[in-house]
């Protein structure tokens, strides 16, 4: 009794790094953006998902990664494959949210995008942007 709780132990164990795979993707953004605090060059971005917490990370061509927080995994995920979601407000766009084909994950609203949206609102709407990622 005491190796099967063992041998139960230990599978689980060793399952618990393949479950917790972070997902990434690729993405060739057109566009200057807005992601959490920090003004993001147009270019190409590879993101990283944590599958464990609610961590983002941005890694630039530059190789510097901006981290980011999530505030809700949701059900909303993507038809296909991964994608970027940017709000845009006149000529500033803003990362909302990422996408992929099991989940999707909300990103923090910064104080920032809070002011563009109330000078926004007396103007034009906001326009939302998909942008698919490989």
Do not use: W
């Not at 393949?18 to 270019?43: H, R, W």
């Not at 104080?111 to 000078?119: A, D, F, G, P, S």
Request: glycine share 8%.
């Amino acid at each position: 009794m005491k190796t099967l709780g063992f041998t139960l132990l230990a599978v689980a164990v060793l399952a618990l790094p393949i479950c917790a795979q972070p997902v990434t993707a690729v993405a060739d953004v057109p566009f200057a953006f807005v992601a959490g605090n920090a003004t993001m060059p147009a270019g190409q971005y590879v993101i990283r998902i944590s599958a464990g917490s609610f961590a983002v990370a941005l890694v630039g061509a530059d190789g510097h990664a901006h981290y980011l927080n999530s505030n809700v995994d949701y059900a909303q995920s993507s038809s296909g494959g991964p994608e970027l979601v940017f709000q845009r407000y006149g000529d500033r766009c803003f990362l909302s949210e990422i996408r992929t084909p099991d989940k999707g994950r909300e990103i923090a609203t910064s104080r920032l995008e809070r002011e563009v949206q109330k000078t926004a609102s007396a103007g034009r709407a906001s326009q939302q942007i998909v942008l698919a990622m490989r």
